[in-house]
């Protein structure tokens, strides 16, 4: 089980902290994905990160403004956005595979079979 939480309503410029808690399964053995869907879009991939904590990904939108972490001990992933965007608004999903993929194919939701409820972050003036 997966459990997504620290959205919100944040002005833009302004900064969140995704938390992605994870039970039921042995963490550490887990690459975590987040995931993101835009009202009227389909939902895309925003950032990985392979169990080892020493492989990460993001979409080209958020270089350089989000970051992806791991805390092993705590079963918990992290996504520190920094500099949010009105664009960024959005249901922010968490999910979780024993697939350590490449840089091609961590945006391919099939190969997560753990997925969170999701957690709305609003960028908003």
């Known amino acids: 089980q997966l459990q997504a939480s620290g959205g919100g309503l944040v002005q833009p410029g302004g900064s969140l902290r995704l938390s992605c808690a994870a039970s039921g399964f042995t963490f550490d053995y887990y690459t975590i994905g987040w995931f993101r869907q835009a009202p009227g879009k389909e939902r895309e991939g925003v950032s990985c990160?392979?169990?080892?904590?020493?492989?990460?990904f993001y979409v080209n939108s958020v270089k350089g403004r989000f970051t992806i972490s791991r805390d092993n001990n705590k079963n918990t992933a992290y996504l520190l956005m920094n500099n949010l965007k009105p664009e960024d608004t959005a249901v922010y999903y968490c999910?979780?595979?024993?697939?350590?993929?490449?840089?091609?194919?961590?945006?391919?939701?099939?190969?997560?079979?753990?997925w969170g409820q999701g957690t709305l972050v609003t960028v908003s003036s």
């Open positions: 999910a979780a595979t024993t697939i350590s993929p490449l840089s091609s194919t961590w945006t391919r939701e099939e190969i997560y079979n753990h």
């Open positions: 990160i392979r169990y080892s904590g020493n492989s990460k």
